[in-house]
C-alpha cells in the first residue's frame, strides 16, 4: 500500500523536477521473473528506477541504512532488502533469489556504490549470479543526465540480454556481469544526444 502511494507522489515530483523521459518500458516483461541492472550515478537512482519501471521492484539496500530508525522503517515498507557489502551476504542471496522464484522484480546496481565522474564502472558479480542461478529476464537500464533541476533525465530500459550463447561456455558470474555492463553501456552511448 505504502509502495503504491510513494511511487505515485514521487513520480509526480521527480517527473515535474527533473523532465524525465521513459525509453524502452515496453523491453521489461509484464510476468515472470524479472533482473533490471541499472547504472548508479545519484542517490536518486533508486526512486528513479522505481518510478519509471512498469513493475514494482524490491531493491537491495546497504545493511547500515537499515541500522537508522526512519530510513530503515521506510525501506523496510518500500520493499528494499538488506545486504552487506564487501562480502559474500548469503541471507541477501537468498533473499533475491527467492524473490524471483516468486516472479518479482529485483532491482540491482551491479556497481555496488555510485560513479563518481559518471563513468560506468566495473561491475561486482552478483548481478552475474542472479542471472545465472535463476530464469529471470535481465534487463539493462541506463539512467543518462546530472539531476539538475528542470533539466532532461532520461532512462532507458533496453531489450532483455540473451546468454544463451554466453552459457554455452559454462561463463563465470563475473563474466555474466561484464556482458551486463556491456549491454548498459552500449544503451549509455547510444541515447547520449
Known sequence: MLYKFAKAVVYT??????????????????????????????????????????RDIH???????????GI?????NLQAFPV????????????GL?????????G????????????????????????MRSNATVIPCAIIGTYERFKPLKVIYGPP?????LKEDKPSAQEVTDEIMENIQSLIDENKK
Do not use: W
Request: overall charge positive; aromatic content about 10%; hydrophobic content about 40%.
Open 13 to 54: 515530483i521527480f517527473k515535474f523536477l527533473f523532465r524525465i523521459k521513459i525509453i524502452g518500458k515496453k523491453n521489461v516483461p509484464k510476468e515472470g521473473p524479472v533482473i533490471i541492472c541499472s547504472n548508479h550515478i545519484s542517490n536518486y537512482d533508486p526512486p528513479v528506477v522505481g518510478i519509471t519501471c512498469p
Open 59 to 69: 531493491f537491495m539496500a546497504k545493511e547500515e541504512l537499515f541500522e537508522k530508525k
Open 72 to 76: 530503515g522503517f521506510l525501506l523496510r
Open 84 to 95: 552487506k557489502r564487501g562480502m559474500r551476504d548469503r541471507n541477501a542471496l537468498r533473499n
Open 98 to 106: 527467492g524473490l524471483l522464484e516468486d516472479g518479482g522484480t529485483l
Open 108 to 131: 540491482l546496481f551491479p556497481e555496488g556504490t555510485r560513479s563518481k565522474d559518471g563513468q560506468l564502472k566495473k561491475g561486482l558479480a552478483g548481478a552475474g549470479f542472479f542471472a
Open 161 to 165: 540480454i540473451e546468454f544463451e550463447t
